[in-house]
């Protein structure tokens, strides 16, 4: 079983940094996990109104095993590339980039927060082969686009204990939980899952243990906002991101007034969605947060037209752009590939 | 910012600093002047290693009052100390393999007719002694089943596991150390507290075999001493770099205990190991579902809110029953957070 822990501000795959000894450009690339937004891979929709939407050119229909297929099938690619980490929620994400409205149904918990099995078929696959390969899952569990799916605050607390004990009762030990995508974006309906209670999340996360092993837990905030205390204070790595951050020296001062934030104590930051790119210029914001020590992840919701983006089905899980392979070069060259 | 623990003394911190608006801390306190009328309480407040209030009506700050069943929480975390030490393989142990007197009891013997050990008592390990699920000395209670709030099982626990230590005799139970050395040794001294004990009893008939089930030791403590023991549980056992209680067992200490979760309806599942919790909502609703509690008779409680940071102690409080938190002082003191 491929493991993951964290020292001080380092993460560690199988008791070793993670890219031991690499520098870039001056920077020391160790200990980082450098990751990509793939929250889509377990995607479906229930919305027969909206279904439609996500239809495959080649078939005319959508097909949520065919895309956790071609998901499971591009992972080696981006592990061979030096990407050490995915980010993938239970609840997905915007399927089409940024929305308001979100119609479709896209969540892998009844309205009681219990596991509808196909979903949990597909994410037991990523699972599975991530672990295969090395690599590290940062499993989201809501969603705001999703939440309110939850009726009642006890089925978001019973969606993620299940969540928490079906990873451990599988023995997963690559799994970083992110109790949320961007807790503080306002349009979560259910106020644990705010600012000002997520921590209880996040204490509820760790407070689960089987053999003595317990789960890494925190959660995520929106482009450009840095952490507030309590989340801070519980968290055992800090995820923030940098969409709508179009400034790289923006992305270098998020690293270094979270750690300036009350609470906070030697631990991992990472970007694990940022969509702004440039990766052929010197400065960029991934480059920006490995200078200052951050982690960075790729977030490129593209189109629902198979070729462009990671974030709207129908998803082309492959480099099948300039731009991804572009960011995926730039992993390779940076990681020592 | 490294974790900020108290040397002889407390430091202080004002309320705006510690992250409270000050006006909704007031109210906290204004609750408490309008419903203490001839009585009496003493709260201290805790947020982030520093006292932020501390408000006494009639009684003196350094007055060490008795515990109560708060002392309960203590014995789950020696415990906790004690099965990180080796002397026990596990919660899962069976008391009658290490302090097999608890079981001579016959009937004539309990402390009341109908009350004495069974059969079926045999076989209480000691995770159902600290998760009040025992049934021991109860007719009809399987270990295990049935959540039963009940002081004689905790008394037996106390000394099977101070006889581990060799501090504990039937013979001689008042002349014996009993748990309180552990005590003494493994969590006063640690965190720097100036408590005192005593030895309490039942007033019971002749024939009870009191030296088994009876006796125990309790801790009297000022409401600045039990911020001390909230402040190392909120830091989930770690006191000043060292790990005084293991962090795993309080974290599970501090939630609903399986037996409870397993075999009881969901409104009792607020008991974990000796800890009084609300991680599902069922003890204080509109408080913190991280937040548990140690709670004694005489409105004795040590509330810990780790997601807050935050520590309350009440010695005295004025509720009768704890739940009557969840829209009392607690609540002012978590809606003043910011």
């Keep these: 079983m491929t493991q993951v822990t964290i020292e001080g501000e380092k993460f560690f795959i199988d008791g070793q940094p993670t890219y031991a000894g690499r520098i870039f450009r001056g920077y020391e690339i160790e200990g980082l996990l450098l990751n990509s937004r793939m929250v889509q891979a377990t995607f479906d929709d229930a919305n027969p109104e909206t279904r439609s939407m996500w239809a495959y050119p080649d078939t005319g229909e959508w097909d949520a095993e065919r895309n956790v297929r071609e998901f499971l099938a591009a992972l080696p690619i981006y592990r061979e590339h030096g990407l050490l980490a995915v980010t993938v929620n239970f609840q997905g994400g915007s399927p089409q980039g940024y929305s308001k409205a979100q119609p479709w149904i896209n969540t892998a918990f009844t309205p009681d927060g219990e596991f509808k099995p196909a979903y949990l078929e597909r994410m037991q696959q990523i699972l599975d082969r991530t672990d295969e390969l090395g690599m590290v899952v940062i499993l989201g569990i809501f969603y705001f686009g999703q939440d309110e799916h939850l009726k009642d605050e006890a089925a978001v607390i019973r969606a993620l204990d299940n969540s928490v004990n079906w990873v451990l009762e599988r023995g997963y030990q690559h799994v970083l939980i992110e109790v949320n995508n961007e807790c503080d974006v306002p349009r979560y309906e259910h106020p644990i899952l705010q600012p000002g209670r997520v921590a209880e999340l996040i204490e509820w996360v760790k407070g689960i243990t089987r053999n003595g092993r317990r789960l890494l837990a925190g959660t995520s905030y929106g482009g450009g906002r840095i952490p507030h205390e309590p989340v801070v204070r519980a968290s055992d790595f800090l995820l923030v991101h940098g969409n709508g951050v179009s400034d790289p020296n923006r992305i270098a001062e998020m690293v270094e007034q979270t750690r300036e934030l009350p609470g906070y104590h030697p631990m991992p930051i990472l970007f694990n969605e940022d969509d702004h790119f440039d990766f052929d210029k010197p400065l960029n914001n991934f480059m920006a947060a490995v200078s200052r020590g951050a982690s960075w992840g790729y977030f490129d919701p593209g189109l629902s037209n198979y070729q462009d983006g990671y974030q709207c089905p129908p998803v082309n899980w492959g480099l099948s752009t300039e731009r991804k392979q572009q960011f995926f070069q730039l992993v390779k060259e940076m990681t020592g590939r | ?338």
Excluded at chain 2, 248 to 277: S, V
Excluded at chain 2, 323 to 335: I, K, P, S
């Design chain 2, 1 to 338: 910012m490294s974790t900020i623990y108290p040397g002889a003394e407390w430091a202080r911190v004002s309320p705006e600093e510690a992250g409270f608006e000050t006006a909704k801390l007031e109210k906290a306190k204004q609750w408490l002047e309008n419903y203490v009328g001839d009585g009496r309480y003493r709260v201290v407040i805790v947020r982030g290693g520093r006292v932020v209030a501390e408000w006494n009506h009639n009684l003196e700050r350094e007055a060490q009052l008795w515990l109560a069943s708060a002392t309960k929480s203590i014995f789950s975390s020696i415990l906790g100390i004690v099965i990180a030490e080796g002397k026990l393989p596990s919660a899962d142990a069976k008391v009658i393999d290490y302090y097999p007197e608890a079981f001579d009891v016959p009937e004539g013997t309990g402390p009341k007719p109908g009350r004495y050990v069974f059969e079926k008592d045999r076989a209480i390990t000691f995770r159902q002694l600290i998760s009040n699920t025992s049934g021991y000395m109860k007719p009809g209670e399987e270990p295990g089943q049935v959540f039963h709030y009940q002081t004689y099982g905790m008394n037996i626990l106390t000394h099977a596991i101070a006889k581990i230590y060799g501090l504990y005799d039937t013979n001689d139970p008042e002349g014996s150390p009993g748990l309180k050395q552990l005590v003494e040794e493994k969590l006063r001294k640690p965190v720097g507290a100036t408590w005192g004990y005593y030895l309490a009893n039942f007033d019971l008939h002749s024939e009870a075999r009191i030296n088994i089930f009876g006796y125990y030791d309790g801790v009297k403590a000022s409401a600045l001493d039990m911020a001390r023991l909230g402040w190392l549980w909120r830091n989930w056992g770690r006191w000043e770099g060292k790990q005084v209680i293991p962090e795993e067992w309080l974290r599970e200490a501090t939630r609903a205990a399986p037996d409870i979760r397993a075999n009881c309806p969901p409104d009792q599942w607020r008991y974990g190991y000796a800890f009084w919790t609300n991680d599902h909502g069922q003890l204080w609703p509109s408080l913190p579902r991280d937040s548990y509690a140690a709670s004694g008779a005489g409105s004795k409680h040590i509330w810990v809110c780790p997601s807050l940071d935050l520590v309350v102690t009440q010695s005295p409080g004025l509720w009768q029953d704890q739940a009557e938190n969840d829209t009392g002082l607690l609540r002012f003191v978590v809606e003043a957070c910011m």
